[in-house]
């Protein structure tokens, strides 16, 4: 996998001028990949990059909880139900 800093390397090199079958090449990557990469990551520096990875990892975390507790709030229905 490439780091951070590789990604935003590798996309403002080819707004220098590089071509993408060239660093698709030199990064072990499709250019499918690359062009990924440019939507979702182009005009970010690393330190924005960084903090969107953190974001989504803390979404990730979140979603994953609310998950866990809506398991635990239907067991905790069904109980109630079965005591009626």
Same mark, same amino acid.
């Given at each position: 996998?490439?780091?951070?800093?590789?990604?935003?390397? %590798?996309?403002?090199?080819?707004? %220098?001028?590089?071509?993408?079958?060239? $660093?698709?090449?030199? $990064?072990?990557?499709?250019? %499918?990949?690359? +062009?990924?990469?440019?939507?979702? +990551?182009?005009?970010?520096?690393?330190?924005? $990059?960084?903090?969107?990875?953190?974001?989504?990892?803390?979404?990730?975390?979140?979603?994953?909880?609310? %998950?866990?507790?809506?398991?635990?709030?239907?067991?905790?229905?069904?109980?109630?139900?079965?005591? $009626?």
């Amino acid at each position: 996998m490439t780091a951070e800093p590789q990604i935003i390397a %590798a996309i403002n090199r080819q707004e %220098a001028g590089a071509k993408i079958s060239n $660093l698709s090449r030199e $990064l072990g990557i499709s250019e %499918a990949t690359f +062009y990924n990469w440019k939507a979702k +990551y182009g005009g970010m520096d690393a330190n924005q $990059l960084k903090k969107l990875k953190e974001l989504e990892a803390e979404n990730n975390r979140m979603k994953r909880m609310y %998950a866990d507790l809506r398991l635990v709030h239907e067991a905790l229905k069904d109980a109630v139900e079965k005591k $009626l």
